[in-house]
């Protein structure tokens, strides 16, 4: 029979696990939360959504007495929008299920709604660069948002960004300057910023807020392609959904798996070119 001391080395070591860490994604949802959302497609056919939107009248004629005012056409045009198809699916077995660690269905659903506010960020930004030619006969109008380039993202680039809304240009009515985070560290060194730190209490910060810059609030993304920024009015964006994300799950029960999908189907679109400048740094 052993005799002695009963130490560590004569038990049965467990290994200790720590709280299962949850997958993580680099780049957050900026531009969502600023667009339009619908769900007017909801149970209609097609996969194409038209948008009209009235022509502008011209200013004011000045008047000759005694001589008739000449009359001007309101008309209409239209941009359009193809409503697209996006999806995720994941397989595991009931082996997986009952001798792992963590929910692995629970873990997918989770991650599948950031996988769709993320594509729908990235998609948002292509939709707020897209340009449309005119076509007379066919009445559609042409579509682009404000563009600029500059050598970098400083104040002297900001303010030219600005000048080309003319009047209509007014901080509070804007939702940000949106910037990659390559671009931040070199804004946040420009005299004129103001760090997220010292925004009055009452002020509200947007998710992803650094500070704020000619009276707009800076906010990273890097949804953006890289060398480009945007400034963005809310609403400016819309995502229009044929159906909003649907999780469904299916089970095989000869291979003893369960498979998970996410889809959702969608159309994005720039509502407003006027509400939206591209830049391009770089140049």
């Known amino acids: 029979m052993p005799t002695g001391i009963i130490k560590a080395e004569n038990a049965f070591n467990p290994e200790v696990w720590a709280d299962l860490a949850l997958g993580e994604f680099k780049g957050k949802t900026r531009i969502l939360e600023h667009a339009t959302s619908s769900d007017t497609l909801a149970g ?27 009359t001007e056409t309101l008309d209409q045009t239209v941009g359009t929008a193809t409503i697209k198809e996006v999806g995720k699916a994941i397989e595991f077995t009931d082996t997986r299920a009952l001798v792992g660690m963590g929910d692995v269905q629970t873990e997918a659903v989770r991650q599948f709604g950031i996988l769709a506010a993320r594509k729908l960020d990235t998609d948002l930004i292509a939709a707020a660069e897209a340009e449309t030619k005119a076509d007379a006969a066919a009445k559609v109008r042409e579509q682009k948002p404000y563009k600029i380039t500059g050598a970098a993202l400083n104040w002297p680039t900001i303010v030219d960004a600005l000048s080309l809304f003319g009047d209509d240009w007014e901080p509070s009515t804007f939702a940000g300057l949106f910037v990659r985070s390559d671009q931040a560290a070199a804004l946040m060194k420009d005299d004129q910023f103001i760090n997220v730190s010292k925004i009055g209490g009452t002020s509200p910060v947007a998710s992803g807020q650094l500070g704020t810059i000619a009276g707009l609030r800076v906010i990273v993304t890097d949804r953006l392609p890289k060398g480009k920024f945007m400034l963005l009015k809310p609403g400016a964006l819309g995502v229009i959904y044929k159906r909003r994300p649907l999780v469904e799950t299916d089970r095989d029960i000869l291979k003893r798996t369960r498979v998970v999908t996410t889809t959702m189907h969608y159309a994005v679109k720039r509502l407003n070119d006027k509400g939206v400048l591209i830049g391009t740094l770089g140049a």
Request: charged letters at 25%; glycine letters at 12%; hydrophobic letters at 35%.
């Open 44 to 70: 209609q056919p097609g996969d194409t959504i038209k948008f009209p939107k009235w022509t502008s009248l011209g200013e004011m004629d000045e008047l000759t007495e005694g001589v008739a005012m000449t």
